[in-house]
């Protein structure tokens, strides 16, 4: 039956608001949109009144790690625990996330392809879940960032076979440490971990097998290594510099800042457990990594809304503090939204499935009490998010 939601707030996601308007939906899709009363055959509709809420494209959140549990600690956590009991908490931060309003996500490293069999059990309907794009192990070097749980490869060929192996395992990206990171103990987050050549073995090979590449990236010299090779995303960006930002620019590659995960390290602190380390590396490079942030924006490089959920206390299903850290550091409401929904598509390559509240698109989307566009706080707080739909199906309450 096709059902009608009318009477409603309409942030499409592709920069327009109706503000008295109604969706149809009918078998998992968005059949249209209109302002005012519906005026087509009521014949078979299902009418809902949704009272004035607004309705808004199911959010996406482009760097999350759902086998991580965000305690102070997590990727040492992660790898000492069965991989049984690591997919069976997967999967209820998945839930989490979902109950959140975040519909998709993109996973950027677990252990031994857990997050495959997460997301072939959402897509067979054998459990409820976010939609889900993952990229199995991150391929490091020997010694580096992930090592503990990642696929480790050093020099060109290593990278390519390790390349092949994520790809024939399912993955649907491929991950690639450009550079050190916060959370791996001993790491020096700036330092370029991948030479110039191994960087663009690994893009060649994963983009010869049609599959799209992210690398993790903290500094000047690692996002510039990480671009010349042909990436298409770079996560964190730390450091991005005006000849970095406008390359990005030029060439279309993605921006995943991920403000949450330091913001919740030097928040909570060695208070809450976190190690000094963590803490102390999170703050030296913090300020660093807002201006790049900033400098990106003013430069018209394309943004998506990541967290780097599952690190310390950046926990699943409140995924949208980042809209809200966006905002705080340049964009407008509707630019963050948009980061987390039509940008969002467009990274994942699913800009003609979801990410907006337009016909012939999946019917992703929530219900939400008031108006995120003149507080988006309101994502945040879960008594205000008054329903979530995936493919048309209720999924919360």
Same mark, same amino acid.
Request: glycine content about 12%; aromatic content about 4%; charged content about 20%.
């Given at each position: 039956?096709?059902?009608?939601?009318?009477?409603?707030?309409?942030?499409?996601?592709?920069?327009?608001?109706?503000?008295?308007?109604?969706?149809?939906?009918?078998?998992?899709?968005?059949?249209?949109?209109?302002?005012?009363?519906?005026?087509?055959? !009521?014949?078979?509709?299902?009418? =809902?009144?949704?009272?004035?809420?607004?309705?808004?494209?199911?959010?996406?959140? %482009?760097?999350?790690?759902? +086998?991580?549990?965000?305690? !102070?600690?997590?990727?040492?956590?992660?790898?000492?625990? !069965?991989?049984?009991?690591? =997919?069976?908490?997967?999967?209820?931060?998945?839930?989490?996330?979902?109950?959140?309003?975040?519909?998709?996500?993109?996973?950027? *490293? %677990?252990?031994?392809?857990?997050?495959?069999?997460?997301?072939?059990?959402?897509?067979?309907?054998?459990?409820?879940?976010?939609?889900? &794009? %993952?990229?199995?192990?991150?391929?490091?070097?020997?010694?580096?960032? *992930?090592?503990?749980?990642? %696929?480790?490869?050093?020099?060109?060929? &290593?990278?390519?076979? &390790?390349?092949?192996?994520? =790809?024939?395992?399912?993955?649907?990206?491929?991950?690639?440490?450009?550079?050190?990171?916060?959370?791996?103990?001993?790491?020096? !987050?700036?330092?370029?971990?991948?030479?110039?050549?191994?960087?663009?073995?690994?893009?060649?090979?994963?983009?010869?097998?049609?599959?799209?590449?992210?690398?993790?990236?903290?500094?000047?010299?690692?996002?510039?290594?990480?671009?010349?090779?042909?990436?298409?995303?770079?996560?964190?960006?730390?450091?991005?510099?005006?000849?970095?930002?406008?390359?990005?620019?030029?060439?279309?590659?993605?921006?995943?800042?991920?403000?949450?995960?330091?913001?919740?390290?030097?928040?909570?602190?060695?208070?809450?457990?976190?190690?000094?380390?963590?803490?102390?590396?999170?703050?030296?490079?913090?300020?660093?990594?807002? &201006?790049?942030?900033?400098?990106?924006?003013?430069? *018209? =490089?394309?943004?998506?809304?990541?967290?780097?959920?599952?690190?310390?206390?950046?926990?699943?299903?409140?995924?949208?503090?980042?809209?809200?850290?966006?905002?705080?550091?340049?964009?407008?409401?509707?630019?963050?939204?948009?980061? +987390?929904?039509?940008?969002?598509?467009?990274?994942?390559?699913?800009?003609?499935?979801?990410?907006?509240?337009?016909?012939?698109?999946?019917?992703?989307?929530?219900?939400?009490?008031?108006?995120?566009?003149?507080?988006?706080?309101?994502?945040?707080?879960?008594?205000?998010?008054?329903?979530?739909?995936?493919?048309?199906?209720?999924?919360?309450?």
């Amino acid at each position: 039956m096709k059902r009608l939601f009318q009477n409603a707030r309409i942030i499409d996601g592709l920069g327009d608001v109706i503000e008295k308007g109604w969706v149809l939906v009918h078998q998992g899709l968005f059949q249209g949109t209109g302002h005012n009363d519906y005026e087509g055959d !009521p014949a078979g509709i299902e009418v =809902v009144d949704v009272g004035g809420k607004t309705i808004l494209p199911g959010l996406i959140d %482009c760097h999350v790690h759902l +086998a991580l549990d965000g305690s !102070p600690d997590p990727i040492g956590k992660l790898a000492d625990i !069965p991989d049984a009991d690591a =997919v069976l908490a997967m999967a209820s931060f998945g839930m989490n996330t979902l109950r959140s309003g975040f519909t998709t996500v993109r996973d950027l *490293g %677990c252990k031994n392809f857990i997050d495959v069999s997460l997301r072939n059990a959402v897509d067979s309907g054998a459990i409820k879940g976010p939609r889900i &794009a %993952c990229s199995g192990q991150m391929i490091c070097i020997t010694g580096g960032h *992930g090592r503990n749980i990642g %696929c480790i490869a050093d020099g060109e060929d &290593a990278v390519r076979k &390790a390349v092949r192996t994520q =790809v024939g395992a399912g993955v649907d990206w491929i991950k690639l440490m450009a550079t050190g990171g916060v959370l791996t103990r001993g790491g020096v !987050p700036g330092m370029p971990h991948y030479n110039p050549a191994e960087l663009r073995a690994g893009v060649e090979e994963a983009h010869k097998l049609h599959v799209r590449t992210a690398a993790h990236s903290q500094s000047v010299e690692g996002t510039r290594n990480a671009l010349n090779a042909g990436i298409d995303t770079i996560e964190h960006g730390v450091g991005l510099d005006e000849e970095l930002v406008e390359e990005m620019a030029k060439r279309g590659t993605f921006l995943v800042p991920t403000l949450s995960a330091p913001v919740n390290i030097m928040e909570k602190g060695e208070a809450a457990g976190i190690p000094r380390e963590f803490v102390e590396k999170s703050r030296r490079v913090f300020d660093e990594h807002v &201006a790049g942030v900033q400098r990106a924006m003013r430069a *018209g =490089v394309k943004i998506a809304m990541g967290t780097d959920a599952g690190t310390p206390f950046n926990i699943h299903g409140e995924n949208a503090r980042e809209l809200v850290l966006l905002r705080e550091y340049g964009f407008s409401p509707y630019e963050a939204i948009q980061s +987390a929904t039509s940008w969002a598509a467009e990274l994942l390559g699913m800009e003609e499935q979801i990410g907006a509240v337009s016909a012939g698109r999946t019917a992703d989307f929530l219900l939400v009490d008031g108006n995120p566009l003149e507080d988006l706080s309101i994502l945040m707080d879960s008594s205000r998010i008054h329903a979530v739909y995936k493919g048309g199906r209720l999924v919360q309450p």
